[in-house]
Nanobody, 115 residues
Framework: QVQLVESGGGLVQAGGSLRLSCVAS????????MGWYRRAPGNQRELVAQ????????NYADSVKGRFTISRDNTKNTVYLQMNSLKPEDTAVYYC????????WGQGTQVTVSS
């Protein structure tokens, strides 16, 4: 049974930082592309950042480029999202995603940025 468990969300003021973590179990972590998505109230879920299995390639939504950094530690089955210079429009539920032989999602963690 695949499980993705996110942590690190919370309330932060604009300009602040948060680091999200996602620990995976039940899959071969090192062969999965990992990603972070988010869903703001009234919006569809959107891709925030993605990282290839070895960490050699990443891609980001234009709205977060230069502010967010995705990374992974395959020895810990963990993917991270470092979020700096947070803006109120970054407020959303953030979801961890794994893809290789299937699509797997975490339960989400709330990030709220106050102005």
């Amino acid at each position: 049974q695949v499980q993705l468990v996110e942590s690190g969300g919370g309330l932060v003021q604009a300009g602040g930082s948060l680091r999200l973590s996602c620990v995976a179990s039940g899959l071969i972590f090192g062969i999965n592309t990992m990603g972070w998505y988010r869903r703001a109230p009234g919006n569809q879920r959107e891709l925030v950042a993605q990282i290839t299995p070895t960490g050699g390639h990443t891609n980001y939504a234009d709205s977060v480029k230069g502010r967010f950094t995705i990374s992974r530690d395959n020895t810990k089955n963990t993917v991270y999202l470092q979020m700096n210079s947070l803006k109120p429009e970054d407020t959303a539920v953030y979801y961890c995603h794994a893809f290789r032989y299937g699509n797997y999602w975490g339960q989400g963690t709330q990030v709220t940025v106050s102005s």
